[in-house]
């Protein structure tokens, strides 16, 4: 499976069998690709953190990025929002929930829960626990 995720300035990420690879600006770590003090990276470099994790898919919008598992799983890096500090590699948010899609905005993100859960969740991420800010059955 592959796709290419890209967005303003910031990053474009790819997933290429079991790898997610970013590329473009990465000054809130979007990319997750290292930590070093690093602008922008011109070539694509594989994201640090997922090896083992099957990715389904991906998705980056603002500053920040988001993958989910074959198993549901959410992973987000990036951006930290409020009080939180950035994220420079993926990180996996534990939830009861099993996701099946994602989406980013610029300063929020959309997830849709499997058919069992029959719910789309509106989220707020500290980058380290997920807030559920509306859940409507559908």
Same mark, same amino acid.
């Given at each position: &499976?592959?796709?290419?995720?890209?967005? !303003?300035?910031?990053?474009?990420? *790819?997933?290429?069998?079991?790898?997610?690879?970013?590329?473009?600006?990465?000054? %809130? *770590?979007?990319?997750? /690709?290292? &930590?070093?003090?690093?602008?922008?990276?011109?070539?694509?470099?594989?994201?640090?953190?997922?090896?083992?994790?099957?990715?389904?898919?991906?998705? @980056?919008?603002?500053?920040?990025?988001?993958?989910?598992?074959?198993?549901? #799983?959410?992973?987000? !890096?990036?951006?930290?929002? *409020?009080? $939180?500090?950035?994220?420079? %590699?993926?990180?996996?948010l534990p939830s009861s929930l099993?996701?099946?899609?994602?989406?980013?905005? !610029?300063? #929020? &993100?959309?997830?849709?829960?499997?058919?069992?859960?029959? %719910?789309? %969740?509106?989220? @707020? $991420?500290? &980058?380290?626990?997920? /807030?559920?800010?509306?859940?409507? @059955?559908?």
């Amino acid at each position: &499976m592959g796709s290419i995720i890209h967005n !303003w300035d910031q990053s474009s990420a *790819g997933l290429s069998g079991d790898t997610v690879y970013g590329f473009g600006s990465r000054k %809130c *770590g979007q990319l997750g /690709v290292s &930590m070093d003090n690093i602008i922008s990276i011109s070539l694509p470099q594989a994201t640090v953190g997922l090896e083992g994790v099957e990715i389904v898919s991906i998705d @980056a919008n603002g500053d920040h990025s988001a993958a989910l598992s074959g198993d549901g #799983h959410l992973y987000t !890096w990036g951006r930290g929002f *409020g009080s $939180t500090s950035d994220v420079h %590699c993926p990180r996996h948010l534990p939830s009861s929930l099993c996701f099946i899609q994602v989406a980013l905005g !610029w300063n #929020h &993100m959309l997830v849709l829960t499997g058919v069992e859960q029959k %719910c789309l %969740c509106l989220v @707020a $991420t500290t &980058m380290e626990s997920l /807030v559920i800010l509306k859940r409507e @059955a559908w």
